[in-house]
């Protein structure tokens, strides 16, 4: 009996140690291959996107603005970049560091091959999107620029992250910046978002909780020093002004163009019609195209048929096929002029 | 050539102008011209609402008061028949290749005098386990996939992955894993197959990966009979017939338990990678036409899962002669790797008999019982009983089998780790195969194989030891 | 057009791009592509072609490889190749792909197009997608029988007056309606009937313009390319394939001018 409960002891232990070293992801042997990365590379990458960052905003980078970005201390900061300049991928002006066109050249490389990779991550898996930015930032580090363009290539040369920012293109181009912060917005306005920061995470993960993405409709509803408080897609988001700085967004100066009220295709209950208005920027990459190939185009007729037994997902006529749709994605399809027979 | 490079750049920059909605309002575009198109030459007749019919039966067939009943008692159905239907072909057949054709193959061995040796490898090994093999296969399959397919050609089918598409979204997986599981009681790799009728590449390895958790035709009976023997017996006699079905539906459901639970965990982990985009079509119900489902089924799943299973049969039936024939000092290969694996076997409730008839008879879990009574035969020295070593068999009667098992050591905690192992172990090799055809992935398919195997040891390991230590 | 009129019974299909894609054309005088959505009854068309049995089944998504087969019918040897069923060509997927890059690039002399005539609307979105690519195409609407039963007509010739292609009605799994079907595969594969397929028209006015604008850039480059518009579409998708076969000028292979080169080489 008690070389049995030995047994069982020693079987336990095996089994929660091998989990603890092979566990995807948090087991020990998964962050022994991330700390393989080359930690210099990373730092010089890191530190390049942001001196591109500052000329981007047409901000100044400072010693301390370096070292907050790579979360080092001054002195390694300092290290960084000296390093840069030897390599010349920076100049000293006088005043302030600037990028040489090698530098930014290679900054624009690192920045296609980390929106490349939010892309991918975003239409083609099924990772968390409060997981791609740190996943790309790893992944900026370790891929080639080759293997970036074919990746490119694959998923169809893609031109804007999912946050919205433009992907620069083999050659390095990358459009203006356009677009305002939301809190230029005034009461009553319409506006399209056009990006979301996704830096620091803390903060995107809070857009995100609030389902906020690219490409959908807002109206500003009311602003004041504390709070501003706006429709999204039918639904009131509050956020902190501090907070909502992060989302940028495109003016819809013609009011009339601007759907008002929402409903979703997941309003429908069985027997009643509709008429598809749009499918919502959130549904990303494959799902989306499938979407759109089964017909789910504005435009189109659509009526609730069947329900399954367990409530989800709901058989929808559309195009004169039954189509199932699952709730998730029917609550992102909108709809108007909802007929019951 | 520098032209043609303009032309690509004046593409990217309208692309840019473009914006991403391109797509979006191509296909817009397209379904208006269709929209008119199908209205000026479209039109319906008749007083009732086209599609009244299909309309109707969709209602009952997915309602929630008859769906789940219907679903039941029509699959139900189906493996009832494939049980009771093909007990007599399968004993017909065995009749026949077994109990005539071999002897008489091996008296002509013998009048011709080929040697011991070759008579052995080739009758005894090679040709028994393929005869074995299409004797226990063939029948169920040649039943069970008509009946498969002639619910999918009506279009039921669809409609039960669209009913237990929401228990299949929990687990991450796609409504369509339901008949890939229920095709996978059938026979596992042609469950693989089926996997291609999920298009999203996330759900489709899922189903795949899932499958072996489905109890298949050839281990349905290592399943009935084990539990019969030594779940039986711990039940009070008149409960024993109900104990030990109780016992085979539990493992049954277990696996499909396990199935979705495995399939959560995979897509939260190792296959967060892959796309997923669910899409499921409900197709308009359709007569089936019974003469060529017969037909086709018999050629595309029976014939070619059969097929399969006797490629990798006729090696391994070698194999299992081999073993327990060559001797090294005085003791068979076979009797020197069961003392070896013994203390191994023993530790995770099994014993060395049963480690090595798994991994001879990875080719179809129809030959495990009679590798293992073979074995046991060998290694416990019985005389009087079975064929001569390296001649798998099976005995009509379940005393006459308990008896050779308890004579190898059997206990009832050895019985309920085998019903475990049996469900947790391996795929056979046709369904390995199968797996790397499907997914053309060695890193898949390598997992698909080791993860159950791993999970059938654990599982085994943690049921011995507190079997041992409560008892 | 008036090229091809030079050549009544010329083959049109590219056999450097066949010999690419994997078709031995030895033996063959046409190629024949089999396209439609999942689940129409295109393998049972296979079928009843070639003599072949494929599995077909009432399910989405069968045919996963690529099947091929042969058949002769008016003293001529059609090659006819099964595409995978796909609900559309403009995404991303390997099915599409296949059938996509076949299409264009292996330029078969006949498309046929099978759609399930009860469900026409979605299937003509693929329809209309194949007609911006190819002109000789011919449309086989399935399942008549079906459409009967569940009280609705179709408008054949209509039909065929707004796509241009030949239509023809059958029931495949009875077996009607494919000596039609190998008729008019014949008069299209021989030129002696001549398609007008229509073109997607609802195009919004900026993405319109865009596709002119490339279009005409194309023009100059390859007069003689049969479908600009089509690859401008591709090239504004990001299709890399298009985009390497413009930068490497593989485009003109498709020109029409090559396939009557080639004919006179012949």
């Known amino acids: 009996m008690d070389s049995n409960l030995y047994t069982l002891i020693v079987g336990t232990s095996i089994l929660l140690f091998s989990g603890y070293l092979f566990f995807p992801e948090k087991g020990l042997i998964a962050k022994w291959k991330r700390a393989l990365l080359n930690n210099k590379r990373v730092k010089i990458e890191d530190a390049l996107k942001h001196f591109y960052d500052c000329e981007y905003n047409n901000a100044d980078c400072s010693l301390a603005s370096i070292s907050g970005s790579l979360t080092l201390p001054k002195d390694d900061a300092a290290k960084v970049i000296d390093t840069l300049q030897d390599m010349g991928l920076i100049t000293n002006t006088g005043d302030r560091f600037i990028l040489t066109s090698e530098g930014r050249s290679y900054a624009l490389r690192v920045i296609r091959v980390h929106r490349l990779w939010e892309r991918y991550l975003a239409d083609e898996t099924s990772v968390n999107e409060t997981e791609w930015h740190s996943q790309a930032e790893e992944m900026e580090h370790m891929m080639s620029i080759e293997a970036a363009n074919e990746l490119a290539a694959q998923i169809g040369n893609p031109i804007m992250d999912p946050h919205g920012d433009p992907i620069p293109s083999t050659k390095g181009e990358l459009p203006q910046k356009i677009g305002i912060p939301i809190t230029q917005l005034n009461e009553g306005e319409f506006a399209k978002i056009l990006h979301l920061e996704d830096e620091p995470s ?44 992060n989302i940028s967004v495109n003016l819809i100066p013609d009011s009339k163009n601007v759907v008002k009220s929402f409903k979703k295709l997941s309003d429908l209950s069985v027997g009643q019609k509709g008429t598809i208005v749009g499918i919502a920027k959130a549904v990303r990459g494959q799902q989306r195209r499938r979407l759109l190939d089964l017909g789910v185009v504005p435009g189109s007729e659509v009526k609730a048929e069947i329900q399954s037994l367990g409530g989800d997902p709901t058989g929808y006529r559309i195009r004169g096929a039954t189509i199932a749709i699952r709730k998730k994605h029917a609550s992102q399809v909108f709809i108007k002029d909802i007929i019951s027979e | 050539m520098k032209e043609n490079e303009i ?7 309208l692309r840019w102008e473009l914006g991403e909605t391109l797509h979006d309002s191509l296909l817009e575009s397209i379904y208006k011209d269709a929209a008119e198109i199908s ?429 041992h230590i409560i008892s | 057009m008036n090229e091809l009129n030079n050549c009544e019974n010329c083959p049109v299909h590219n056999i450097n791009n066949l010999v690419k894609l994997g078709i031995n054309m030895d033996k063959f005088d046409y190629v024949v592509a089999l396209a439609g959505n999942p689940n129409t009854g295109k393998s049972t068309i ?48 390997t099915d599409e792909d296949i059938a996509r890059n076949f299409i264009l690039f292996g330029k078969p002399d006949v498309t046929v197009i099978v759609v399930d005539s009860t469900r026409l609307e979605r299937n003509l979105n693929l329809v209309l997608q194949i007609l911006e690519i190819t002109d000789r195409a011919v449309l086989v609407l399935n399942l008549m029988d079906e459409l009967k039963r569940n009280k609705m007509e179709i408008d054949v010739r209509a039909l065929s007056k707004e796509l241009g292609i030949p239509v023809i009605p059958t029931e495949a799994r009875q077996k009607k309606g494919m000596d039609e079907v190998l008729r008019y595969i014949d008069e299209v594969a021989n030129g002696s009937f001549v398609c007008a397929p229509r073109r997607i028209k609802s195009i919004s006015s900026k993405v319109d313009f865009a596709i002119n604008d490339l279009t005409i850039k194309l023009q100059e480059q390859f007069p003689k390319l049969p479908n600009k518009r089509w690859v401008a579409m591709r090239l504004l998708e990001g299709d890399q394939s298009m985009i390497d076969a413009v930068n490497s000028g593989e485009i003109g292979n498709l020109e029409i001018t090559s396939n009557v080169m080639e004919r006179s080489l012949q």
């Open chain 2, 39 to 467: 209205k000026k030459t479209v039109k319906s007749f008749g007083d009732k609402e086209s599609y009244a019919f299909d309309i109707k039966l969709d209602k009952i067939l997915t309602s929630k008061l008859y769906g789940f009943p219907i679903m039941f008692i029509l699959l139900a159905f189906v493996f009832w028949i494939t049980i009771v239907g093909a007990n007599v072909p399968s004993a017909f057949i065995a009749s026949i290749l077994l109990d005539t054709v071999h002897p008489w193959l091996k008296s002509l061995s013998y009048s011709i005098g080929l040697p011991f040796f070759i008579d052995g490898v080739l009758l005894d090994g090679a040709y028994l386990s393929m005869a074995w093999v299409i004797a226990v296969m063939l029948p169920p399959m040649a039943i069970f996939f008509p009946m498969y397919t002639l619910l999918e050609d009506f279009g039921y089918l669809p409609r039960v992955s669209f009913n237990m598409d929401s228990l299949f979204r929990k687990a991450g997986a796609h409504g369509k894993q339901a008949l890939t599981m229920a095709m996978g009681f059938g026979c596992n790799a042609a469950g693989v197959v089926a996997a291609r009728v999920i298009d999203s590449p996330r759900e489709r390895l899922l189903a795949i990966i899932t499958n072996n958790f489905s109890l298949c035709n050839g281990r349905w009976p290592t399943q009935i009979l084990i539990a019969s023997i030594f779940i039986g017996s711990l039940a009070p006699p008149y409960l024993a017939g109900l104990a030990s079905a109780a016992a085979v539906v539990s493992v049954a459901l277990l696996g499909i338990i396990l199935s979705l639970v495995v399939s959560y965990s995979l897509s939260k982990t190792a296959l967060k990678g892959e796309a997923s985009a669910y899409s499921l079509e409900l197709p308009p119900y359709r007569p089936p036409r019974i003469m060529q489902t017969l037909y086709t089924s018999l050629i595309d799943r029976t014939i070619f899962v059969l097929w399969r299973a006797i490629v990798f049969a006729v090696p391994a039936g070698i194999v299992i002669w081999l073993v327990a024939n060559i001797t090294i000092e005085g003791s068979s290969l076979a009797q020197i790797f069961i003392e070896w694996s013994n203390p191994f076997g023993l530790l995770i409730g099994l014993n060395g008999v049963i480690l090595l008839a798994y991994i001879i008879a990875i080719p179809a879990n129809e030959i495990v019982i009679p590798t293992v009574l073979m074995l046991t035969v060998l290694s416990a020295g019985l005389t009087g009983v079975g064929e001569g070593s390296g001649v798998i068999f099976e005995l009509s009667s379940i005393q006459d089998t308990a008896i050779i098992l308890h004579a190898g050591g059997w206990t009832a905690l050895t019985g309920i780790c085998l019903m475990l192992f049996s469900l947790l172990h391996n795929p056979c090799s046709t369904t390995i195969y199968t797996i790397y055809k499907e997914t053309r992935s060695i890193k898949w398919t390598v997992f698909s194989t080791v993860m159950p195997l791993i999970m059938g040891i654990v599982v085994c390991f943690f049921v011995a030891q507190i079997w």
């Open chain 2, 7 to 13: 032309l690509i750049n004046r593409a990217n920059e």
């Open chain 3, 46 to 93: 296979f079928n009843n072609l070639t003599g072949l049995r494929q599995h077909t089944g009432n399910w989405p998504g069968k045919t996963v490889a690529r099947a091929e087969g042969g058949f002769s019918y008016a003293n001529k040897n059609f090659k006819i190749v099964d595409l995978p069923g796909t609900y559309s060509l403009l995404s991303t997927s």
């Open chain 1, 202 to 245: 803390t903060v995107y993960a809070q857009l995100v909780a609030e389902g906020l993405y690219v490409g959908q409709q807002i109206r500003m509803i009311e602003k004041s020093s504390n709070r501003i408080k706006f429709e999204a897609n039918g639904e009131i988001a509050i956020l902190a002004p501090i907070i909502a700085n």
